[in-house]
């Protein structure tokens, strides 16, 4: 699971990443943009899950690509974090808890509630929920650490490219 020094590295970097966007977008936080995240959030999540396949009991095809997938986790995880940034919370303080999901779509389901509570009541204990549920699909899909920093990583200056190319 990520540790607390890979946690405020990833904080650092999406913190980098959002004020180059903010600043060439000539934009300021504001709960319109707070909204758009969260909404941002939930469709990462969708493209994750679909990129699964776990909840397709009718189809055949089998999960998408490890790298594809974690490529769509990394996505919801740009948006987590810079989230969490927002509400300036502290990943040192962050703890993580096994929550003993069962399987996907058990995780779906809790994670998207996590969100729509963090939406109705923006707090850090709501948040540390939330991101603690996020989380918990690494264990379930067994992902290294190290699989989600090298594809955070790449993700993080593709998204710097996009940025400078009018994305």
């Not at 650092?12 to 943009?33: C, G």
Request: with cysteine; glycine share 2%.
């Amino acid at each position: 699971m990520l540790e607390k020094d890979q946690l405020l590295y990833l904080s650092k970097k999406q913190e980098e990443l959002d004020s180059y966007i903010m600043n060439s977008q000539n934009l300021t936080l504001n709960d319109e943009i707070d909204n758009m995240k969260l909404v941002a959030l939930l469709v990462e999540l969708s493209e994750f899950i679909n990129e699964c396949r776990a909840f397709k009991f009718w189809s055949k095809k089998p999960p998408s690509d490890k790298s594809v997938i974690l490529e769509e986790f990394v996505d919801g995880l740009h948006f987590i974090i810079s989230i969490g940034n927002d509400i300036m919370y502290n990943f040192s303080n962050f703890e993580y808890k096994n929550n003993n999901n069962k399987d996907l779509n058990e995780w779906s389901i809790e994670v998207y509630n996590m969100v729509m509570n963090f939406y109705n009541f923006k707090s850090h204990k709501n948040y540390q929920i939330m991101f603690n549920s996020f989380l918990n699909c690494l264990r379930i899909l067994n992902y290294t650490t190290e699989d989600v920093l090298d594809s955070y990583n790449l993700k993080n200056a593709t998204n710097f490219k996009r940025q400078d190319n009018n994305y």
